[in-house]
């Protein structure tokens, strides 16, 4: 498969993509309110032809840019949003743009930049006449706060795609096949009576009381629930002040585990236990249901094309400077990055791997990294994997042993590291999708292996769910994964 075309124009072009990453970095909006972000993007699809849809499944930064009329529609995934808290400037040390302000912790500017660079590269194929398809970037709001590309899949956005390809940005070059934990997130609020605490208690019914009899509840109910399941939850209001009898109090809980219906069991529990700790105290809980997500589906076809991509296009090239900004910053990551790495890389690998553990920056690649395990975390790509065959891989765009969601990834997206690793993404990402707009029977196979799943994707999310806009004022969301 001659990819040489392809992958040129991508590096004759990259100057471009690097700036389509640094803008979106620069926007650093949070979930639900990426609107310079999805408004820049579109029009950078706009500009190249591509048919533009947006604000669907009743997000208004939700959108989808097409190019193609004809053949297999294969779907490349963006996402833009940013984290609060991170703000930093692009510097191998803690420093902030501006303290307590947003951040692009999770690198989502690399990951969409490398979707747009992607579906550009392929528009020209189609143009020369190379081929014949349609090529479709799904910008997917709010992976970090709102399960985005859930509510798009219930809403039926992906239903005429054949293929799906996705990535993103990590501190290693590698293909993937470990699954997620499918998880819910909700908000339990307690509305109760306000009293003065001392002078008449005996008038008031403490929603803070209901909150806590809750937590005590889960707890106990942990003894209960298989190991493999995870419930966490922070309080988010506790009350004013000690001398008044709070009136509200609320708590937001994570239930995951690695199967959808165990999720649903197990939330079903969850809800008791709340109902209970408002009976015991005479208050009264109202449940929001924030999102949903399935658990991931890794497709092999699909993974062994990126395999076969990646080693040929190779790993970042990496240069004096990066690795000066790389020493320093290595500095301050945890010490025990690597073991995790070890712990979930093949074992045929972990030998070789072994060499690599003092090093700063990832020069190698670690095909089907995961171990088939599921990974505790969540995402809602996995919804979109229930739909359509859907792969992810990662290339290394920070330096090793970055932290998730830190102010190190911020950094590392706005300079050298990231840019390259984005790049590398963009033409990963490109020549496999050309590949299936070559050769149908590929599509047939990754096709053939999804439909071996028993389970049907049923909505995770309650009948008439909306986005939790009404959220987003008060409060911002917590990280979903
Ligand atoms: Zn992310």
Redesign the pocket.
Known sequence: MPHGNLTKWIDDNSSKFIEISDKIWDFAETGLQEHKSATYLIEVLQNNGFKIESGMADMKTAFTGTYGTEGPVIAILG?FDALPGLSQEPVPHQKAITEGANGHG?N?NL?GAAGIAAVLAIKEEIDMGNIKGTIRYYGCPA??TYNAKGWMAVNGLFDDVDIALTW?PFDFNGTWDFSTNAMNSIMFSFHGKTAHAAGDPYNGRSALDAVELMNVGVNYLREHMIPDARVHYVIKSGGEAPNIVPAFAESHYFVRAPRRYQVGELYERVIKIANGAAMMTETEVKVDFLSATYNTRENSVIREIYNRNMAKLGTPVWDSEDYKFAEEMYKTHPKNSFDTLMYMAPSDMKEELEQHKDKVLCDFIIPNYGNKMVLTGSTDVADVSWKVPLAQFSTACTVMGAPGHSWQVTSCGRMGIGHKGMILAAKILATTAMEFFSDPELVKRAKDEFKQEKDTYKSPFPENHKPPYHRLTEDKLQEI?
């Open positions: 996402e999770c989502h990951l992976e970090e993103h994964s």
